[in-house]
């Protein structure tokens, strides 16, 4: 069965003709000068195609920062991930299928969504989820998912801006974000686990038990903590990508390697 293809609102313009082959560079977010060269896969998300018959599959999901916003692929913190999981299974790279769906401006609703949706139809080996702002959501408007944030309210057609001002609401609370954090995780995990999907779970912005309030902590504490890790603030201001503003290669090393370590410490 095939995956989905990328159905979100980040469709970057094509800045060199599709060749032979299925991927196809181009110029997004920041990094609009084109000083780095993002390919995308048939699918549309970036990096290699999906292959069924590959040793091992890898499912990734997250935001920019998953995405590798202004680092080139190799130096993206999936893609090490990937060279870690190869390494420890004496496979060649190219035997271990990496599948980022990541979205600029993901919102922790898209990420576990993209990421059930895609392994209900082709089961992976491994899924890492890497969890986002709070403050990022998603609403559905008829057959499409619009990602929202405190961004979109500037950038919005003040017509689209009308028609959803009723939804907003329902994303501005900080009860309501961390409702939908755990939701999400607890959803993802969840399913997972009913399909035997070993899974690390990462968090840009880490909730604490004393953040909840007393409803929230029994869901809390359904989480899978053994499988999850905060990435420390810091982490991703160690260096900066091109544009400026996103992490750079070094940070990307460093959560790969947090990601790495919890794996480990889960599934040995």
Same mark, same amino acid.
């Given at each position: 069965?095939?995956?989905?293809?990328?159905?979100?609102?980040?469709?970057?313009?094509?800045?060199?003709?599709?060749?032979?082959?299925?991927?196809?560079?181009?110029?997004?977010?920041?990094?609009?000068?084109?000083?780095?060269?993002?390919?995308?896969?048939?699918?549309?998300?970036?990096?290699?195609?999906?292959?069924?018959?590959?040793?091992?599959?890898?499912?990734?999901?997250?935001?920019?920062?998953?995405?590798?916003?202004?680092?080139?692929?190799?130096?993206?913190?999936?893609?090490?991930?990937?060279?870690?999981?190869?390494?420890?299974?004496?496979?060649?790279?190219? *035997?271990?299928?990496?599948?980022?769906? &990541?979205?600029?401006?993901?919102?922790? /609703?898209?990420? $576990?969504? %993209?990421? !059930?949706?895609?392994?209900?139809?082709?089961?992976?080996?491994?899924?890492?989820?890497?969890?986002?702002?709070?403050?990022?959501?998603?609403?559905?408007?008829?057959?499409?998912?619009?990602?929202?944030?405190?961004?979109?309210?500037?950038?919005?057609?003040?017509?689209?801006?009308?028609?959803?001002?009723?939804?907003?609401?329902?994303?501005?609370?900080?009860?309501?974000?961390?409702?939908?954090?755990?939701?999400?995780?607890?959803?993802?995990?969840?399913?997972?686990?009913?399909?035997?999907?070993?899974?690390?779970?990462?968090?840009?912005?880490?909730?604490?038990? *004393?953040?909840?309030?007393?409803?929230? &902590?029994?869901?809390?504490?359904?989480? /899978?903590?053994? $499988?999850? %890790?905060? !990435?420390?603030?810091?982490?991703?201001?160690?260096?900066?990508?091109?544009?400026?503003?996103?992490?750079?290669?070094?940070?990307?090393?460093?959560?790969?390697?947090?990601?790495?370590?919890?794996?480990?410490?889960?599934?040995?």
């Amino acid at each position: 069965m095939d995956l989905h293809p990328y159905r979100g609102r980040w469709r970057p313009d094509i800045t060199e003709p599709e060749g032979s082959d299925t991927h196809r560079s181009v110029a997004i977010g920041r990094d609009d000068a084109s000083t780095k060269v993002y390919r995308l896969n048939s699918l549309g998300y970036r990096g290699e195609e999906f292959d069924p018959e590959a040793s091992l599959k890898l499912f990734v999901c997250g935001c920019s920062n998953t995405f590798g916003l202004g680092v080139e692929l190799e130096e993206s913190w999936p893609f090490l991930f990937k060279q870690k999981l190869a390494q420890q299974r004496g496979l060649p790279e190219s *035997s271990v299928n990496l599948m980022n769906f &990541a979205e600029i401006g993901a919102s922790n /609703d898209y990420i $576990s969504r %993209t990421l !059930i949706e895609q392994s209900a139809r082709v089961r992976p080996d491994l899924i890492v989820a890497a969890f986002t702002y709070w403050n990022r959501f998603e609403l559905l408007d008829r057959a499409q998912s619009v990602g929202y944030g405190p961004w979109r309210v500037e950038q919005d057609d003040p017509d689209d801006l009308t028609k959803r001002a009723k939804y907003l609401l329902l994303g501005t609370d900080t009860s309501q974000e961390k409702i939908r954090l755990i939701r999400n995780v607890l959803l993802l995990q969840y399913f997972c686990q009913s399909k035997d999907i070993p899974f690390v779970f990462l968090f840009v912005q880490p909730l604490a038990r *004393s953040d909840l309030f007393a409803a929230l &902590a029994p869901l809390f504490e359904e989480a /899978d903590l053994a $499988s999850s %890790t905060s !990435i420390a603030p810091y982490i991703l201001t160690v260096d900066r990508a091109v544009d400026g503003t996103h992490p750079g290669p070094r940070a990307h090393g460093l959560v790969a390697e947090a990601a790495w370590r919890t794996f480990c410490v889960r599934y040995g």
